[in-house]
């Protein structure tokens, strides 16, 4: 900012300090020797402050050279200098000024010029440099150099102001630049369509010329089949009158055709009717009626009786008896229907009360129900039981052998080996009654299989 404010080179030196003043009154021949001399005893040697601002005032942009100007330097920098030729007095080594001055090379004279150019000393070809820099950037640029830390702030805020506005003026352009290329594509869309509108028009010009031919054709041919016309329209009185004949005749008999075709219908319906019944009663299986097997729960059920028991579930032996009976006399109906005998075995259905009895060996019976009173003879007929039971499971090998041979694609889930049917024993005598259980819910699901197989008229 003072440098800004500074005037042209003619009025810069009246405006400086009073100190400036006398100091740029100072010949330049003596201003080398005697500045030392003033700055050190003189009590009118300038404050600091004028040192400062000496220090930060610079030759205005219309100087010459760069070496026109200067720069006030405060003692402690100038201790630090080396000074390349040693100092002969005591005066000049004790004399050191505390500010220095780049004496402007127009003012001095061609011999000390000579004694300084050879060895100049490194602090001042260093000022040398900036201002030469100071001034380069000063004469490239509407701000003088060097500038304070406030200036430099408000030169970047200003700068950044600047370079805001140069980009919306720049986002502005790049619009402007979109919406003419825009204009440019709709324009040569626009004369793209125009050649196909024009296109069209000639190609529907040529359909209108073919279309003309064509109906003037037709309209020659209307002429011909007008005249045709009028002898069909003869002719057509003459089949009006033969048709009025046709239809009398033909409504006799079509009052004739709808009797027939009621008794027709009607027959048709009573057949109708017959068929229905007749299919609904081929598809009535009276086994499936009197012999209903599935499960409650962990029991197998036939016609709604449990056979099984499980801890905690009390079954009646009434009821298990009356399912072991339902259970023998399917087996005994399966072996009827197959023409089926079994071998070593002969079963007795008889209800709750049913046996089977052995036809070799020692002709036993074994009764196929059992008792929950407490007696004596409850073990023996508890092993009586258990045989009984073991006996059907053997004729129900025998018999899914048989229906096996006959239909090899039939499969059973449960493998029976000796007393056992699917890894379960049917033997209730020293077995847990779950695994009893769980063997008859098997011993139900293999008659079912062979019920199935027996009725659905797979075995021809």
Known sequence: MIAASLPPASSSSSRLPHNSEKIGLIPSSAKAPR???ATKGNPSSPPPRDRDLGRHVQTNRGFGAPNESF????????RNIPSPVPSPTPLQKGSTPKSRQNIPSSTQSPASQEEIQ???SPLSHHLRSTTRLFNLLS???EVDHPLCSECTHILLTNLSRQLEEIKKERDGYIAFEKEVRKEKERDKDSAGKAADAERKIE???EEERFAI??????????????NELKGLELEE?????EEAEFWRVHNAHQLKAAEQASQLAALRAAYAADSAILEKLERTNVYNDAFCIGHDGVFGTINGLRLGRVPGVPVEWAEINAAWGQTLLLLYTIARKLDFTFENYRLVPMGSFSRIERTTGDKATYELYGSGDLHLGRLLHNRRFDFAMVAFLDCLQQIIDYVKSQDPHVEFPHQILKDKIGEASVKLQFSQEEIWTRALRHVLLAVKILLKWATNGSNG
Not at 213 to 226: F, N, P, Y
Not at 237 to 241: R, T, Y
């Open 35 to 37: 500045q030392p001399r």
């Open 71 to 78: 720069v006030l330097l405060q003692d402690s920098i100038i």
């Open 118 to 120: 050879p060895n100049p």
């Open 139 to 141: 004469s490239r640029t």
């Open 203 to 205: 190609k529907l010009k």
């Open 213 to 226: 031919e064509q109906l003037k054709a037709a309209e020659d041919e209307h002429a011909q089949l007008e």
């Open 237 to 241: 009185k003459a089949l009006e009158e």
